[in-house]
């Protein structure tokens, strides 16, 4: 079992379409980052959520972190073809490295 | 600024062969990580550094070994490639260790093919 259960797995939308990806946990987190990978480079950081309950927005992009700080969503408004990518949710265990969810692969399409 | 660099991009080994992947960071970040990306895994950390002359395991290190060069450099070795070595390898910085939201940059990566 991982840590982090991302879901769907897959989504492939129209473009101008909405959609909400999930990111769960049975364990509490100080904080949890949402990374977007494009094809063929490395993931980058779009945003960092510390509050339970925060709620954070990144142009289309609005990112909420459960009241119990064990899980997030990120939901695109209108999504572009520009949005597609990986997007991997990230914690830190403690451990001094952060542990990743396996993420969600997003397709949008012209 | 480069950010993290990492090379070679494309490498094709045969099982039992070494080499060493390198990475170089110019942000002066004191903490470095080597991570490998599997299908439908996600990112798993195969070593980090939290500052120059430090190196520790991270969740799967077993088959690698890496050398903290100095500040900016941070190489990872495989001794005997083995085929299920064969993965994406991202090098990662950040200021300082995970936690309180840390960011991490990541470079490219490192497609390798044990054959």
């Known amino acids: 079992t991982q840590l982090l259960e991302q879901s769907p797995q897959f989504l492939s939308i129209q473009e101008g379409e909405n959609l909400t990806v999930y990111c769960n946990s049975s364990s509490v987190f100080s904080s949890l980052q949402w990374y977007r990978q494009e094809p063929g480079e490395g993931p980058v950081l779009l945003v960092t959520?510390?509050?339970?309950?925060e709620v954070k927005k990144l142009k289309r992009l609005t990112f909420q972190f459960g009241d119990a700080r064990k899980d997030s969503s990120l939901h695109i408004t209108a999504a572009q073809p520009g949005d597609t990518g990986l997007y991997l949710c990230?914690?830190?265990?403690?451990?001094?490295?952060?542990?990743f969810g396996s993420g969600t692969r997003l397709q949008v399409q012209p | 600024n480069a950010g993290v660099t990492q090379t070679p991009k494309f490498q094709v080994l045969k099982t039992g062969q070494s080499m060493t992947l390198q990475c170089a960071q110019d942000?002066?970040?004191?903490?470095m990580y080597w991570y490998r990306q599997d299908p439908g895994m996600g990112l798993r950390l195969i070593y980090y550094?939290?500052?120059?002359?430090?190196?520790d395991k991270g969740e799967v290190p077993n088959g690698y070994n890496v050398s903290r060069l100095n500040k900016r450099e941070f190489s990872l070795r495989l001794e005997s490639a083995a085929p299920s070595q064969t993965s994406v390898y991202f090098c990662?910085?950040?200021?300082?260790?995970?936690?309180?939201?840390?960011?991490?940059?990541f470079g490219p990566g490192t497609r390798l093919l044990v054959l």
């Open positions: 959520v510390v509050t339970g309950g």
């Open positions: 990662a910085s950040s200021v300082g260790l995970a936690g309180g939201g840390e960011t991490q940059y």
């Open positions: 550094s939290a500052s120059e002359g430090t190196t």
């Open positions: 942000m002066n970040h004191n903490s």
């Open positions: 990230a914690v830190d265990t403690g451990r001094r490295a952060l542990t």
